[in-house]
């Protein structure tokens, strides 16, 4: 299965923007990049996904690099609910499986 | 809609004893999946359904492990018997494949934390 690397951890202050990245150098061509995060004691929840140009959605940005081998997801302005666990995932079959890799933990501080 | 329905939410059990965990899917959803969390090896697919049919079970980590998907709207993962190593949260997660590109968002429970002493 395909798999993207990202950073263990990250910190943050409250009402910062966050940038989190992840590489995913085996991208081919039709193989979109999801993002989704996990809260505590909660199930993971869909954040935003992208094939090739750049995404905005209510909770998130995603910036997709040219080459595609390379994202950011990027929160605007952190709040202390965005503390999770995020998941960078690049699905290469035709269904909707998706393979979680370990994910970037994000600490917000006040 | 009321979501992902995961029951029960909490198992402790002993181990050697039967173990059947339940979900619900989101009405309407065509593929079903089953996932293991625990802090060692993260979140692990085990198995996953579409329209019913089970399609992928390479996960599954061993015999003792069964899934099955009677109807759109119910599937049971059973553990038999059960080990400690089984301790784990599992969840389920439905999505709805829109045939446009892998574009089918994941939509999971909240969780069934099991316990095996």
């Known amino acids: 299965d395909a798999k993207t690397t990202q950073p263990n951890s990250m910190e943050s202050n409250e009402e910062e923007p966050v940038h989190l990245p992840c590489n995913h150098s085996?991208?081919?061509?039709?193989?979109?990049i999801h993002w989704y995060r996990q809260l505590p004691s909660q199930g993971p929840e869909y954040v935003i996904h992208g094939l090739t140009s750049n995404v905005n959605n209510r909770m998130a940005s995603l910036a997709i690099a040219e080459d595609r081998k390379s994202s950011t997801l990027i929160l605007h302005r952190a709040t202390l609910r965005d503390a999770a666990v995020y998941y960078c995932i690049q699905n290469s079959g035709n269904t909707g499986k998706l393979i979680f890799g370990q994910g970037t933990t994000l600490q917000v501080k006040p | 809609d009321a979501g992902v329905i995961q029951s029960p939410r909490h198992e402790v059990t002993e181990m050697g004893q039967e173990v059947t965990l339940r979900c619900k899917p989101i009405?309407?959803?065509?593929?079903l999946f089953w996932y293991r969390q625990t802090m060692m090896r993260g979140l692990e697919l085990l198995i996953y359904f579409n329209n019913n049919v089970p399609i992928d079970d390479s996960g599954m980590p061993e015999d003792r492990f069964s899934a099955k998907m009677p109807n759109a709207s119910f599937s049971t993962l059973k553990i038999q018997p059960s080990e400690p190593r089984d301790s784990a949260v599992y969840f389920c997660a439905s999505s709805l494949w829109t045939g446009v590109s892998n574009t089918g968002e994941l939509f999971f429970g909240e969780g069934s934390r099991l316990t095996v002493l």
């Open positions: 085996t991208i081919s061509g039709t193989d979109y």
């Open positions: 009405s309407g959803h065509d593929y």
